[in-house]
């Protein structure tokens, strides 16, 4: 099931529109066109749900994505159109992609909040 975003429903957590008009707030440092030889920092928030986001560049060229969720992280993902990164992540809300190409990204999360509810949270796009 998937919970309201700012007056919009999720009904397709894969549907990019959907995603799109979630209402999220985004605080970034910069909104770089790339990170080539940087560290971006990101902030996505629904007013529920808060996600840190540090993207860099990892060996051979590709970028690591570390992150934190002030919720219980159950499952979470990172997409690029077709393709999909999964993560371990620990018990304390990090998680941590340590080889993904660079491109347009999102991170899709199932969370339990303070309250006990399930949730699906989905990032506005960002780039990697």
Sequence with gaps: ???ELRGVLLTDVDSMGAAE???LALV?????????GDTTTLEFSDGTTTVLVYVSEAEGGARRVDGWVDAEILEIRLDQGDRQ????QSTRGRFAFERVDGGVSRLLLRVRGADGEVREVCTPQFET
Aim: aromatic fraction near 16%.
């Design 1 to 3: 099931m998937y919970q």
């Design 21 to 23: 008009r979630a209402v």
């Design 28 to 36: 970034a440092d910069r909104w770089p066109s790339s990170v080539r």
């Design 85 to 88: 990164w999964r993560t371990v």
